[in-house]
């Protein structure tokens, strides 16, 4: 679309840029001075955010761009044939989109850019317009998804693709900020980093998990599920090596078991006990053995996960007493086994609409409230974000049964999605509750 000139000259004003010789060398070098987005104070509780975009090919006549999609993790809806979209300026190379976002929030985004062929109208009318549908039009559109150059914060490195960081005014402070978003981090040499090759008959794969240390002698061994996204590329030990140093958090061993592919993972961080009785019996052995060679061992263990991790997570404490208490979920998908939990209104948020006598059948909360399982051993740091409408009422009452039940918990809801930044901070906040320094 093609934004109204008497529009973005009232909206420039507002972000003090000029209109004249917009999209000239001289107004994206002023642009890019200032990075993006643009965020400015519109109420006590919002801030408009402007998100701009330089076209590489030129402007439209030149162009096979027609539409740029904006992508706010958790805020603009992914699931409409009427995405939220960037406006182009006619007779130029510059796209302009605005949000009024809550001024606490921390989030990820992206753009995507798409030609003519792809765009959601033609393609719904072109198709059968189901819902089936418009998820295989975006899945094909997403492979489009880049960062924002005009970020100035380091693009995020996740395994879900590459975007940029959104941190509004009032956003809590994320310990290790300054290493994670102003490129300060020491690098963690390749030598640091010990890789156990498990070879898992009972489970019928192998993968390369990976051992990093801040410790010297016996200490917590943190077990960090989907271990490739917690890796050093993403920053995360360079943080952990840091709040260590600073006296921050507990000196600890971190034990990172990547998820194969989507197929396994589904498989095994769904409340599957042949994963955690493998771990137990052949990988934490392994790990043992490689910490004796330096001196050190498990003193104690903790698991954290995100999402499907989340619930396998807490799944491993509740079966496995023995050796999981400390249990970190964020986002946890304790919606597990309802599959259908897509068809629950996103407008659901509180236990009012799932309540203690009507949770889903076999999850983790039903068997801790029928005593199949104990819960009296645990704690537990849980988060959700507050964009995440539809995982509210199952992580809610998870938190109520552990309650209920005698365990420890903490529960936090942050101003946040189903997000890699969310997660990030809530990892180390849990790090912080659980092995304080």
């Not at 030149?62 to 995405?83: F, G």
């Not at 380091?154 to 960081?165: A, F, Q």
């Not at 990172?256 to 961080?269: A, F, H, Y």
């Amino acid at each position: 679309m093609l934004i109204d000139q008497s529009e973005l000259d009232v909206l420039l004003k507002n972000f003090d840029l000029p209109y004249c010789q917009i999209g000239s060398d001289m107004w994206w070098e002023k642009v890019r001075s200032k990075g993006a987005p643009l965020i400015k104070k519109e109420s006590d509780k919002t801030s408009l955010v402007l998100f701009i975009w330089q076209d590489p090919q030129g402007k439209e006549a030149d162009s096979v761009i027609a539409s740029v999609l904006l992508d706010v993790n958790s805020l603009t809806d992914h699931h409409s044939w009427t995405p939220v979209c960037l406006d182009r300026v006619s007779g130029t190379d510059v796209w302009f989109g605005t949000l009024s976002i809550d001024s606490q929030w921390r989030g990820s985004y992206s753009f995507i850019p798409i030609e003519k062929h792809q765009l959601p109208d033609l393609v719904q009318r072109t198709g059968d317009g189901s819902r089936e549908a418009q998820r295989a039009w975006w899945m094909d559109v997403a492979g489009n998804q880049i960062h924002d150059d005009l970020n100035k914060l380091p693009m995020l490195v996740s395994g879900w693709g590459m975007s940029s960081p959104l941190h509004l005014p009032h956003a809590p402070l994320e310990m290790g900020w300054i290493e994670w978003e102003q490129g300060e981090l020491n690098i963690i040499s390749a030598e640091r980093i010990q890789t156990i090759d498990w070879q898992e008959t009972q489970l019928g794969n192998q993968r390369h998990c990976w051992l990093f240390s801040t410790a010297v002698g016996d200490a917590p061994l943190v077990i960090l599920l989907d271990g490739q996204k917690w890796s050093a590329a993403s920053g995360t030990l360079s943080v952990l090596q840091h709040l260590t140093d600073t006296k921050q958090l507990a000196p600890a061993h971190y034990l990172m078991i990547p998820s194969i592919d989507g197929k396994t993972r589904w498989k095994e961080l769904s409340c599957y006990r042949p994963f955690w009785q493998a771990v137990i019996d052949r990988l934490l052995p392994m790990v043992q053995a490689q910490l004796v060679q330096s001196n050190c061992s498990i003193a104690s263990y903790v698991v954290a996960g995100q999402s499907l991790g989340g619930l396998a997570a807490l799944y491993a404490g509740v079966t496995f007493p023995e050796y999981f208490s400390k249990v970190i979920s964020l986002s946890g998908s304790f919606w597990w086994p309802e599959e259908n939990r897509m068809r629950t209104p996103s407008t659901t948020e509180s236990t009012n609409d799932l309540p203690l006598n009507n949770i889903p059948p076999n999850s983790v909360a039903d068997h801790i409230l029928n005593d199949r399982v104990s819960a009296a051993h645990l704690n537990v740091f849980m988060t959700v974000g507050v964009g995440e409408k539809d995982m509210h009422p199952y992580n809610d009452v998870t938190y109520d049964a552990i309650k209920h039940k005698s365990g420890l918990v903490c529960y936090e809801k942050v101003y946040g999605g189903h997000d890699w930044l969310s997660w990030r901070s809530s990892l180390v906040n849990g790090l912080v509750h659980l092995i304080p320094a």
